[in-house]
């Protein structure tokens, strides 16, 4: 489990670790739950888990307060407005790319000077666009670590975002072959676990989350199965 990208948004952590110290962690608790339960089953997660992801946001992001080049607010503050935009915005239309471009284009709206052209818009909208024309890119070591866990467990792919989109990109990765089954909900909170464990017919104990979203999840798994956590930094 790990926490998530964004900057602002890490938690503070008494002991940070590598990327590779983090899969290697993971594979040692696996194989000595192996002993208890042979088969068990991985609830993994996508963006930034499987392949790089907020390193592009976080890029438009900065684009997009260079294009506003705002006259009073510093940078630090253009993403306050901006995070409260998101927030709002992720309960009415989800995730995604199409509501990230609305994120922008309203935080344009309420904080560029009047009046704002379409022409200002049609440039906001090409920052965001910029995401979805990006190459998908592995993170290192992905394909060994799941050619290992799917020999052994039941791996199923479980994350949140706009359905058309997770899916294009799992096409894309060519990993959907390590995964029995693909799952793309709303949101990710601990109804839609219930929910994903009864369909799956889980047994706690032998459930394990792989991902990035560290408060939620380990509130969630905790709640469920009171399960060990392999806890660190991206």
Known sequence: VLPDAAPDRKLDLAAVW??????????DCLHRQECLCHLMLLLIDADDTLWENNVYFERVIDQFIAFLNHQHYSREEVRLVLNEIEHANAALYGYGTATFTRNLREAFHRLAPAPVSDRQLEQV???AGAIARQELEIIEGV??????????HRLVLFTK????????K???????????ESLVVAEKN???????????????PATWMVGIGLFWL?????????SEFAVGDK
């Open 218 to 226: 380990v509130l969630a798994l905790w709640r469920l199965s009171r």
């Open 18 to 27: 590598s990327r590779e110290k983090i899969r290697l962690r993971v594979l």
């Open 143 to 152: 394909p060994d670590t799941l050619e290992y866990l799917a020999a052994r």
């Open 161 to 168: 975002g706009n359905e058309e989109e997770q899916r294009g």
């Open 170 to 180: 799992l096409d894309r990765s060519g990993l959907a072959r390590f995964f029995s």
């Open 125 to 127: 909208a090409a920052l």
């Open 190 to 204: 601990e109804p839609a676990y219930r929910r994903v464990a009864a369909d799956l017919g889980a047994d706690p």
